[in-house]
């Protein structure tokens, strides 16, 4: 399965619509910076490494839609802009199109061919931090088949190989060390119950989904041996922001005394942001709360409050992978 694929033909990005998913795959075909901007803003492209990606290509994008319209140099930075910002929380999104806007004055083969560098070094990164996740996983629990709760989706569908968190996971499954996964249904999305179970099905590995009101007794009763969740944004302190429901998750980790883990690539750690006091939490629309599969489930009149993230403190986390290292915040 390919969250997206560059057709060189039409100068274009196809994507996975992941708001269809499962009950449909579908494709978008982007050949417009509007339509990438509304496919990052809906969600039908997510997760940190693929926006890092869809970044990069969308400055090709722009470029290419500049040359057809006929822009000038302002309206392609502002074009360019629109994309870098349309998630403001998500830093793999902004990195990716700074790495490439300085190719623009290079021309359009320059920019792709550092737009599929971007999207190849994440594939070569979600190898290796499945096998360091896998091994730190292995040396700092006990049991032989593990238990493992995980929240919102960091599969293949958030990168563009086998994923962050969940390429953990799949490793330690490879590596026949895996009991049940826990999968968080996260609200109001539903992205655990829609997109995680849709992969750990694929895969075959065992699985069962909760609410995600159910996951802070899961470990508290002991049901789970470690916790394990993706980024959206690293501060150099190690603070963590990731999808909304996850500091809860290491809250009862603390409490049980088992490891709470995060994996996201070296792209995710934003050196610039100096603690989780400083990420900026995206505020989504207030009616997807309010609702579940396009049916109100609230009053008429009652408003919703839609905060996308929230920020695990570093104390609460036992460590974060990257390709690069395995970084125990509470170590240092």
């Not at 793999?92 to 190849?120: C, K, M, Q």
Request: hydrophobic content about 45%.
């Amino acid at each position: 399965m390919q969250t997206m694929q560059w057709l060189a033909d039409q100068r274009a990005l196809r994507l996975i619509d992941q708001t269809k998913l499962p009950s449909s795959e579908e494709y978008l075909t982007v050949t417009q910076v509007d339509q990438l901007v509304a496919a990052i803003q809906s969600l039908a492209v997510r997760g940190a490494p693929a926006l890092g990606a869809s970044g990069g290509y969308g400055v090709a994008i722009a470029l290419a839609q500049g040359e057809r319209e006929g822009w000038d140099q302002a309206r392609l930075q502002n074009e360019i802009d629109k994309i870098r910002d349309a998630r403001p929380t998500a830093v793999n999104l902004a990195w990716g199109v700074e790495r490439v806007r300085p190719l623009v004055t290079s021309g359009f083969d320059a920019v792709l061919a550092e737009a599929h560098l971007i999207a190849d070094e994440d594939r070569a990164a979600n190898e290796t931090m499945a096998k360091l996740g896998a091994d730190w996983v292995q040396a700092n629990t006990s049991r032989d088949k593990l238990r493992v709760v995980t929240h919102c989706n960091t599969g293949a569908l958030a990168t563009t190989a086998i994923g962050t968190a969940y390429g953990v996971i799949a490793e330690l499954h490879r590596r026949g060390a895996i009991e049940l996964v826990y999968a968080d249904e996260t609200r109001p999305l539903l992205q655990g119950a829609r997109l995680t179970s849709f992969e750990l099905t694929k895969d075959g590995i065992p699985h069962v989904i909760e609410a995600d009101g159910a996951a802070a007794s899961t470990i508290l009763r002991g049901l789970a041996d470690f916790a394990i969740i993706g980024a959206d944004r690293i501060a150099a302190n190690g603070d963590t922001a990731n999808k909304i429901g996850s500091v809860s998750v290491a809250l009862a980790c603390a409490r049980a005394g088992i490891p709470f883990v995060v994996v996201a690539p070296e792209s995710t750690v934003d050196r610039n942001t100096a603690s989780g006091d400083d990420v900026h939490i995206e505020q989504r629309d207030g009616a997807e709360v309010l609702s579940l599969g396009g049916v109100r489930t609230a009053p008429d009149g009652a408003e919703g409050f839609n905060p996308a993230f929230d920020v695990t403190p570093h104390d609460l986390i036992a460590a974060i992978v990257t390709e690069a290292r395995v970084w125990e915040p509470n170590a240092d």
